[in-house]
């Protein structure tokens, strides 16, 4: 197909960048992690969202090599913040079930942080609930080794699957992102506060933190704040923005 191809140039040319949305402590609005997220710059198209071309990506097993191109660029875009002496937080990649599926996520990542002299502490990764659910003992043995380098495993979407929190916990997974159809009914209704709030106790008690996705006003906030959520990530805080605007706002730390 035309897309097909559009990818493989784009994968030549190198049209990928990675843009990055801030999670803050809901308490104070600190700077504590970010997110990277693909965005692919046609020359013709412009900017395509990763919606229209990951599906088509992971079908045709592209997402393998794009998947490395990402691991490259965050490691590559955290050595750079550091040697301009940017106050660094962590910045978590999402990394889908299809990659895992190869087994080549460890080596991939470990060899993209040694090139870029940056240690695993300040890499997380981002995989789906369902992902997670699919293939438990391959992926498994993929979880440790990442761990194994230093690297932080969040839970993606989370909500959205049929994983039990004791799953998650054996897994060793340190976050769960809950879905942006929960924040979404935070202060809407009762029963939406009292989901959210079962998850965030739950997690704690299992050594788990919590960041709530897609946080649009502040009165999720501040359901938020209350109900003792680690990280708060959304619109509200800002949008997803290109590493230059990123650097300035890691170096205010809000
Ligand atoms: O940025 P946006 O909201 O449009 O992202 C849409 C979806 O694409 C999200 O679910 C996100 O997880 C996924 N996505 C964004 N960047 C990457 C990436 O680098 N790799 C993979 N596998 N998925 C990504
Ligand atoms: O599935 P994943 O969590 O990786 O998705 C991240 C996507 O969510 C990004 O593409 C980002 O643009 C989008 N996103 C981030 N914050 C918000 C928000 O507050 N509201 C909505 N609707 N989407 C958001
Ligand atoms: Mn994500
Ligand atoms: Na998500």
Same mark, same amino acid.
């Given at each position: 197909s035309r897309l097909k191809q559009n990818l493989m140039e784009a994968i030549e040319d190198d049209q990928f960048v990675l843009h990055y949305q801030p999670r803050v402590d809901p308490r104070d609005g600190r700077l504590l992690s970010m997110e990277a997220l693909l965005r692919w710059q046609h020359p013709a198209l412009g900017m395509?969202?990763?919606?229209?071309?990951?599906?088509?990506a992971e079908s045709t097993g592209m997402i393998l090599r794009i998947g490395e191109l990402v691991m490259d660029?965050?490691?590559?875009?955290?050595?750079?913040?550091?040697?301009?002496?940017?106050?660094?937080?962590?910045?978590?990649?999402?990394?889908?079930?299809?990659?895992?599926? =190869? @087994? &080549?996520?460890?080596?991939?990542?470990?060899?993209? $942080?040694?090139?870029?002299?940056? !240690?695993?502490?300040?890499?997380?990764?981002e995989i789906t609930e369902s992902a997670m659910m699919s293939d438990q003992d391959a992926i498994l043995a993929e979880l440790a080794e990442l761990r194994a380098l230093g690297i932080k495993l969040h839970v993606d979407d989370f909500g959205t699957g049929y994983s039990s929190l004791s799953q998650l916990q054996r897994l060793r997974m340190d976050v769960l992102k809950v879905d942006r159809a929960f924040t979404a009914e935070l202060g809407k209704s009762n029963e939406g506060t009292v989901f959210f709030q079962a998850i965030v106790s739950m997690a704690h008690a299992l050594g788990m933190g919590v960041v709530a996705e897609g946080v649009e006003t502040m009165e999720q906030l501040a359901i938020? =704040? @209350? &109900?003792?959520?680690?990280?708060?990530?959304?619109? $509200?805080?800002?949008?997803?923005? !290109?590493?230059?605007?990123?650097?300035?706002?890691?170096?205010?730390?809000?």
């Amino acid at each position: 197909s035309r897309l097909k191809q559009n990818l493989m140039e784009a994968i030549e040319d190198d049209q990928f960048v990675l843009h990055y949305q801030p999670r803050v402590d809901p308490r104070d609005g600190r700077l504590l992690s970010m997110e990277a997220l693909l965005r692919w710059q046609h020359p013709a198209l412009g900017m395509v969202p990763p919606g229209e071309f990951i599906p088509l990506a992971e079908s045709t097993g592209m997402i393998l090599r794009i998947g490395e191109l990402v691991m490259d660029k965050a490691c590559a875009q955290v050595a750079a913040w550091r040697s301009e002496g940017a106050p660094l937080v962590p910045v978590s990649i999402n990394v889908s079930a299809r990659q895992f599926q =190869r @087994g &080549l996520v460890p080596q991939q990542l470990a060899a993209a $942080l040694a090139r870029h002299g940056v !240690p695993g502490s300040l890499v997380e990764v981002e995989i789906t609930e369902s992902a997670m659910m699919s293939d438990q003992d391959a992926i498994l043995a993929e979880l440790a080794e990442l761990r194994a380098l230093g690297i932080k495993l969040h839970v993606d979407d989370f909500g959205t699957g049929y994983s039990s929190l004791s799953q998650l916990q054996r897994l060793r997974m340190d976050v769960l992102k809950v879905d942006r159809a929960f924040t979404a009914e935070l202060g809407k209704s009762n029963e939406g506060t009292v989901f959210f709030q079962a998850i965030v106790s739950m997690a704690h008690a299992l050594g788990m933190g919590v960041v709530a996705e897609g946080v649009e006003t502040m009165e999720q906030l501040a359901i938020l =704040r @209350g &109900l003792g959520c680690n990280e708060v990530q959304g619109f $509200l805080v800002a949008r997803p923005m !290109p590493a230059r605007e990123m650097a300035q706002m890691m170096k205010r730390r809000y």
